[in-house]
């Protein structure tokens, strides 16, 4: 039998625990581990996408020893609930400058790879030396390739997510274990 704290209810929709904090932190180290060994010492610039990125952010740049720089944008694709309507919006929040450096755009999850393909389009404009994604969690099944994510931390199947950053219609942002649409028999 579940515990409370396995299900969780968020609006009308209940959810189930799914990948936890620990399964996280150890993904999240990987990835750290891996992008401080594939730059080799070169500084690099993490470009943060609001809001979902957030905790993903800070835990995965404490991991990296490199020199590095933040800088925030927010890409808002005009939907609501677990559906985005495909057309993104990206603001800069810092003005930045990303001629001839490394950039790795933090992303929380790839799903259609509509959002992170746009936010691409408008970086590349910028002229960086290179542009590479990092994304906690992908969904391979539903982007199929239209995109390269060159750091992942989860593949996951095409089922809604929410938690540690993630939300739904903006609640769950803070749990720090990642839970599943369930639906209730
Ligand atoms: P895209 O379909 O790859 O363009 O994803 C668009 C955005 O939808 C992501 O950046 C997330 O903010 C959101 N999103 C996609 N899948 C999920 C999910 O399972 N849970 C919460 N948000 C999601």
Redesign the pocket.
């Known amino acids: 039998m579940m515990s409370n704290n396995d299900i969780l209810e968020l609006h009308d929709k209940h959810f189930k625990k799914f990948i936890t904090r620990e399964q996280i932190h150890d993904a999240v180290k990987r990835l750290g581990a891996q992008i401080t060994s594939d730059y080799n010492a070169s500084e690099v610039v993490f470009v943060v ?1 609001l809001k ?1 990125s957030i905790l993903f952010a800070t835990d995965l740049i404490r991991e990296v020893n490199l020199p590095c720089r933040l800088e925030f944008i927010r ?1 808002e ?1 005009y939907g609501t609930g677990m559906h ?1 309507s495909g057309k993104v919006n990206v603001t800069h929040y810092t003005g930045m400058d990303l001629t001839g450096k490394h950039v790795i755009v933090l ?10 393909k746009q936010i691409l389009a408008h970086l590349e404009e910028m002229n960086p030396a290179s542009l590479k994604i990092a994304t906690l969690f992908l ?1 391979p099944e539903v ?1 199929k390739g239209t995109v390269s994510t060159h750091y992942v931390g989860f593949e996951i199947s095409p ?4 938690g540690y950053g ?3 219609n903006e609640l769950g942002r803070n749990l720090a274990d990642v839970y599943i649409l369930h639906e209730t028999p």
Do not use: N, P, Q, R
């Open positions: 996408v979902g890409a694709s985005s992303e929380d999850i790839v799903d259609t790879g509509l959002t992170v969904k982007c089922l809604f997510i929410v993630l939300d739904y």
